[in-house]
C-alpha cells in the first residue's frame, strides 16, 4: 500500500485561516445572495464576490457586520494566522518574534526605530504652535506589529566569540545595548477598499518610511477586496509598501477567468507578474526574508 502523505503545513493553514473567515461571520452572504465584501453598488463586486466564496466552499448567512467592526475582525483573523504560521520559518529566519496588534495610535513607539515618537507627541500637547506645525503625520498605527527582541550575548556567542563590551556598543540587536523590540513588519488590514482606503494605506507606509530611524520594517497590506481594479489602486507603484496580499488570490484569479473578465484577468496579471499582489499564504514566507 503507498503511503499517503498529509497536505503541506501552509495549505491547512489557509484553510483554517478561511474558516475562521467564515465562523467569526466576517465573509457572510446576506438573504439577498450579496456577500459581505462586494461593493453592493456595483455588479462586478457582487459577481465576482459570489465566485470567490462558492470556490471556498461555503457560505455563511447573515447581515454584514459594521465596517469598524468588520476591520477589526479582519485583524483578529489575519493575527492569528501569522502567529500560527510564522514561529514555523524560524528555521530559515531565525530569531526571538512576537506577532501584536497595534493597541493605541502610538503604539509603534514601544519599538526601537519610532521610540521618538512618544516624546514627540509629548512635545506637541505642550506646545500648541508645534502640534500646528507638525500636523499628525507622525502618529502610526499599525493593524498588526511583528516585533523582534533584541538578542542576549550568549546567543549571539552561542557558536563562535562574536561579541563583548568592548565592541558592537551601539546596535540594536543587542539586548546589552537596547531594550526594545525592533519593529520587523508592520501589517495593515483593509477588509474591502472603499473611498479613500486606499490612500489612507498609502500614507501609514509612507508615514512609516519617513518618521524611523533605524531599519525600514517591512511594510505589507492584506485585503478581501474583490474587485481587481481597486486592487491596482493600491497594489500598483513602487516605493511605499512591500506588496499587496489577497485573502484569496487563487480563487479570485480562478473566478475572473470561469466568468470570462479579459480586462480583470489582464489586470491580474499584470499586478502577479509584477509582484505587486500575491495570496496570504505567501505572506509569512516573505516576512522572513
Known sequence: MSKISKPPFFQEARKGFHASLLKSKLLTTSEKGIPSIADVGSRLSIEISRGIIALLGSEVAGDRLSGQMSGAKFEDVVGEFLRLTFPKLQNIRPGNFEVKKGSSRLAIAECDQYDHLAALKTATESDPALAVALGADYIIKPDIMIFRHPEDDDKINHSEYLVSSFVAKRTSIRSLNNQRP?????VSCKWTLRSDRAQNARSEALNLIR??????????????????????????GTGDIDCVYHFALDELVQTVEEQGREDSIALLKMMIDGKRLRDIADLPLDLAV
Open 182 to 186: 525592533i519593529l520587523h513588519a508592520s
Open 211 to 236: 518618521n524611523r530611524k533605524g531599519r525600514l520594517p517591512h511594510i505589507v497590506i492584506v485585503t478581501g477586496e474583490p474587485t481587481p481594479n481597486r486592487l491596482a489602486s493600491l497594489a500598483l
